[in-house]
C-alpha cells in the first residue's frame, strides 16, 4: 500500500491529492466530513486512563532506502509518506468502555507508534448508531478530528482520517444509552508516518515549488478549478 507524500500539508489540499492520485476513492472525501463538538473527556473527569496499543517498530531506514530505489528506478510510482501497519482493534477487543452518570457509555483507546510523525487510521469496519460520536486526538490536544458521526457510515462500511500530527493519537467515542452495545468500529490499519506532513522550514522533509511527483496538481493550475471550494 503506498501512501504519498505531499507539498502542501492542509487537509483540503491531502484529500484532492489522495484522489488525483487514485490512491483513494471519491468518496473518502465524503468520510471526513466532521461535525464539530468536544470530546467528552476534555471537560470531564473520567476515572482511569486510556488503554495503550503499541505498533511493532518500524525500519525507517529500510524504507528510505526503498524510496531512494524507486526514484532511481524511473518508474512512475507515487512518492509515500507512510507505511500501514495491519491491526485488529474494536469496541470489542479493544480500549475501555466506561459508564457515565447519565447512561451514556465512553470507550477510548490510545495508539502509539513510536517516530511516527502523525499517524491516521483506516477502518474496516464503521457503523455509528445515531446519536453516536468518535474524535481522535492527539497527546497535546492540538489537533482533534470529529465528531465522526452516523453521518459519516456508508453502505461499504469503511472509513479513513486524515494524519494527525504525533507519535499517539486517542480515540474517543460515546455511545448513547439507548444505543447500547449498537456501535460497529474496528481499526483494521495503523498508517504510521515516517516523513513529517508538517514539517516547516528548511530540512529534508521540505519540499519546495517543482518538487512534487507526477501525481501532484497544484490547486492553483487550471486542472485545480474544480476544488477551489476545498482550497
Same mark, same amino acid.
Given at each position: 500500500m503506498r501512501i504519498p507524500v505531499f507539498t502542501s500539508v492542509f487537509y483540503g489540499f491531502i484529500a484532492v491529492l489522495l484522489v488525483g492520485c487514485g490512491l483513494f476513492a471519491p468518496r473518502l472525501l465524503h468520510a471526513q466530513i466532521q461535525h464539530g463538538g468536544?470530546?467528552?473527556?476534555?471537560?470531564?473527569?473520567?476515572?482511569?486512563?486510556?488503554?495503550?496499543?503499541?505498533?511493532?517498530?518500524?525500519?525507517? /531506514?529500510?524504507? +528510505?532506502?526503498?524510496?531512494? &530505489?524507486? $526514484?532511481?528506478?524511473?518508474? *512512475?510510482?507515487?512518492? !509515500?509518506?507512510?507505511?500501514?501497519? /495491519?491491526?485488529? +482493534?474494536?469496541?470489542?477487543? &479493544?480500549? $475501555?468502555?466506561?459508564?457515565? *452518570?447519565?447512561?451514556? !457509555?465512553?470507550?477510548?483507546?490510545?495508539i502509539a507508534s513510536q517516530g511516527a510523525h502523525s499517524i491516521n487510521l483506516i477502518f474496516d469496519r464503521y457503523e455509528l448508531p445515531p446519536g453516536g460520536k468518535l474524535f481522535i486526538y492527539n497527546e497535546d490536544r492540538s489537533t482533534v478530528l470529529g465528531a465522526f458521526t452516523e453521518a459519516n457510515n456508508k453502505s461499504y462500511g469503511r472509513f479513513s482520517t486524515l494524519p494527525v500530527a504525533g507519535s499517539v493519537i486517542t480515540l474517543e467515542y460515546v455511545e448513547p444509552a439507548e444505543q447500547r452495545g449498537a456501535t460497529v468500529l474496528q481499526v483494521s490499519k495503523v498508517v504510521h508516518a515516517y516523513r513529517d506532513l508538517f514539517a516547516r522550514g528548511s530540512g529534508a522533509e521540505k519540499s519546495g515549488f517543482g518538487d512534487s511527483g507526477s501525481c501532484n496538481i497544484n490547486v492553483n493550475c487550471p486542472e485545480g478549478n474544480n476544488w477551489q471550494d476545498e482550497k
Amino acid at each position: 500500500m503506498r501512501i504519498p507524500v505531499f507539498t502542501s500539508v492542509f487537509y483540503g489540499f491531502i484529500a484532492v491529492l489522495l484522489v488525483g492520485c487514485g490512491l483513494f476513492a471519491p468518496r473518502l472525501l465524503h468520510a471526513q466530513i466532521q461535525h464539530g463538538g468536544t470530546p467528552y473527556s476534555f471537560s470531564h473527569d473520567v476515572p482511569g486512563k486510556a488503554p495503550v496499543e503499541t505498533m511493532r517498530p518500524v525500519d525507517v /531506514d529500510a524504507l +528510505l532506502a526503498e524510496d531512494q &530505489a524507486e $526514484r532511481q528506478s524511473g518508474q *512512475p510510482i507515487p512518492p !509515500r509518506f507512510g507505511t500501514a501497519l /495491519d491491526v485488529s +482493534l474494536g469496541v470489542t477487543n &479493544a480500549g $475501555r468502555w466506561t459508564d457515565l *452518570p447519565n447512561g451514556d !457509555r465512553l470507550w477510548r483507546l490510545r495508539i502509539a507508534s513510536q517516530g511516527a510523525h502523525s499517524i491516521n487510521l483506516i477502518f474496516d469496519r464503521y457503523e455509528l448508531p445515531p446519536g453516536g460520536k468518535l474524535f481522535i486526538y492527539n497527546e497535546d490536544r492540538s489537533t482533534v478530528l470529529g465528531a465522526f458521526t452516523e453521518a459519516n457510515n456508508k453502505s461499504y462500511g469503511r472509513f479513513s482520517t486524515l494524519p494527525v500530527a504525533g507519535s499517539v493519537i486517542t480515540l474517543e467515542y460515546v455511545e448513547p444509552a439507548e444505543q447500547r452495545g449498537a456501535t460497529v468500529l474496528q481499526v483494521s490499519k495503523v498508517v504510521h508516518a515516517y516523513r513529517d506532513l508538517f514539517a516547516r522550514g528548511s530540512g529534508a522533509e521540505k519540499s519546495g515549488f517543482g518538487d512534487s511527483g507526477s501525481c501532484n496538481i497544484n490547486v492553483n493550475c487550471p486542472e485545480g478549478n474544480n476544488w477551489q471550494d476545498e482550497k
